[in-house]
């Protein structure tokens, strides 16, 4: 299994970025696909999640209205469309993907697959 995230880099503060995250290796039909975050000093965070069959999304409290999760099966692509970023954005962005029977974990410990991090720097 394989999940390669891209799309990190530098934007100032109000600006948008969009992350991919290819997914291959097997069938994600039964996966919950998330994005994960992690700040220097800091534990990583569920930021936003999406249920790959059904759509259903979850989304942190501090990018609600700002991030948007969204899946592309034909791809077999997900992808966090961020707007108006701000300088506490600034992390290392994970994908990562948890088998999914009707219930997930926002903890980072309980996800099987990881991708490797994009850097995402919001400047002010």
């Known amino acids: 299994v394989q999940l390669q995230a891209s799309g990190g880099g530098l934007v100032q503060a109000g600006g948008s970025l969009r992350l991919s995250c290819a997914a291959s290796?097997?069938?994600?039909?039964?996966?919950?696909m998330g994005w994960f975050r992690q700040a220097p000093g800091k534990e990583r965070d569920l930021v936003a999640a999406?249920?790959?069959?059904?759509?259903?999304?979850y989304y942190a409290d501090s990018v609600k209205g700002r991030f948007t999760i969204s899946r592309d099966n034909a791809k077999n692509t997900v992808y966090l469309q961020m707007n108006s970023l701000k300088p506490e954005d600034t992390a290392v962005y994970y994908c990562?993907?948890?088998?999914?029977?009707?219930?997930?974990?926002?903890?980072?410990?309980?996800?099987?697959?990881w991708g490797q991090g994009t850097l995402v720097t919001v400047s002010s």
């Open positions: 999406i249920v790959w069959s059904g759509g259903s999304t």
């Open positions: 290796g097997r069938t994600f039909s039964s996966y919950v």
């Open positions: 990562a993907a948890e088998y999914y029977s009707g219930s997930y974990t926002k903890s980072f410990k309980s996800w099987d697959y």
